[in-house]
């Protein structure tokens, strides 16, 4: 793989599967292995997650403030 290659979600969650698969087939060796996945695929929906709040909230503030900015403008 390439060292600048970013590895997406759908990547990790086709490697959980294939890990998941390969667990079934051949024990717990690959447990680590998925676990693994599964804690990086969840950190990163995690951070999305936090941004989009933050982000959200900004937006919010912005319309409120845009809003009270426009009633002083009209009275």
């Given at each position: 793989?390439?060292?600048?290659?970013?590895?997406?979600?759908?990547?990790?969650?086709?490697?959980?599967?294939s890990?998941?698969?390969?667990?079934?087939?051949?024990?717990?060796?690959?447990?680590?292995?998925?676990?693994?996945?599964e804690?990086?695929?969840?950190?990163?929906?995690?951070?999305?997650?936090?941004?989009m709040?933050?982000?959200?909230?900004?937006?919010k503030?912005?319309k409120?403030?845009?809003?009270?900015?426009?009633?002083?403008?009209?009275h």
């Amino acid at each position: 793989m390439d060292k600048g290659h970013q590895v997406t979600e759908q990547e990790i969650e086709s490697s959980l599967s294939s890990v998941a698969r390969l667990i079934d087939r051949y024990g717990d060796a690959y447990w680590p292995v998925f676990e693994r996945l599964e804690r990086e695929l969840s950190l990163r929906k995690d951070r999305q997650r936090r941004v989009m709040a933050h982000l959200l909230h900004d937006r919010k503030t912005a319309k409120v403030s845009l809003a009270a900015k426009k009633d002083r403008n009209t009275h």
